[in-house]
């Protein structure tokens, strides 16, 4: 079973603090995925990357930033934590190929207050 | 921006009833459809998914896609207690800028 394993599992920040949210996966798989999700709007794509020191923009991006600095790990940082972005985060990673299924962790659980 | 819509919201059934769930999507040139399954604190689970037109069945599982509607349903015959989760349909957008959209989910709970 593929193994994708996030850090912290919880976390309790300031408003205007940093966030780091971490993410190994030991599948060996090029594309990495952050999303969040938040009760009303399911589970929505914040950044994600083919390989390692690549990333790309997902479809909410702003004020987030990703960082891959190798295979195994992929970042989210808040640089400027808001209450908006409390919410439970995962991280997922897939081969890649057409229709690659993603294999997800278990969560970050953020509030910010 | 591919949308992707999922009804019902919730549902509840009896234990061993047939379950049915549904799935619209905006793009018809999406190159797979997906179904996932989450339970309560974890993180979502793939369970099937169907790449042409027609259906697919695997065990308890069925998916029906019709890309001329739009439309993807699962079924799943025989539900179980242990089938109360969330489901969440998925639609993968290949090219240059691959990824996976979700819908909001469907809630079962399948009462014994």
């Known amino acids: 079973e593929a193994a994708v394993t996030q850090s912290p ?13 971490s993410c190994n996966q030991t599948n060996n798989h ?6 969040r999700q938040d009760t009303g709007h399911g589970l929505r794509l914040i950044h994600y990357s083919y390989g390692a020191g690549s990333t790309e923009k997902g479809d909410i991006p702003d004020g987030y930033k990703a960082s891959r600095p190798s295979q195994e790990n992929f970042s989210l940082i808040l640089e400027l934590a808001t209450p ?11 081969a890649r190929n057409s229709g690659n299924t993603l294999y997800f962790g278990e969560g970050s659980r953020l509030i910010v207050v | 921006q591919e949308k992707v819509q999922q009804s019902p919201e919730s549902l509840i059934v009896p234990e061993g009833a047939m379950v049915s769930l549904n799935c619209s999507f905006s793009d018809s040139a999406s190159q797979s459809i997906w179904w996932y399954q989450q339970h309560p604190g974890k993180g979502p689970k793939a369970l099937i998914s169907i790449f042409s037109n027609g259906n697919k069945k695997e065990g308890r599982l069925t998916v029906y896609l019709n890309r001329a509607s739009l439309h993807v349903s699962l079924h799943i015959k025989d539900s179980q207690p242990s089938d109360s989760a969330v489901y969440l349909c998925a639609v993968y957008s290949g090219g240059s800028n691959a ?3 979700f819908g909001k989910g469907t809630k079962l709970s399948v009462k014994s």
């Open chain 1, 9 to 21: 599992r919880n976390k309790v920040a300031v408003t205007g603090g940093k966030v780091t949210l």
């Open chain 1, 30 to 35: 090029n594309n990495m995925y952050w999303y």
């Open chain 1, 84 to 94: 908006s972005q409390t919410s439970v985060y995962f991280c997922a990673s897939g």
């Open chain 2, 99 to 101: 990824k996976l959209t």
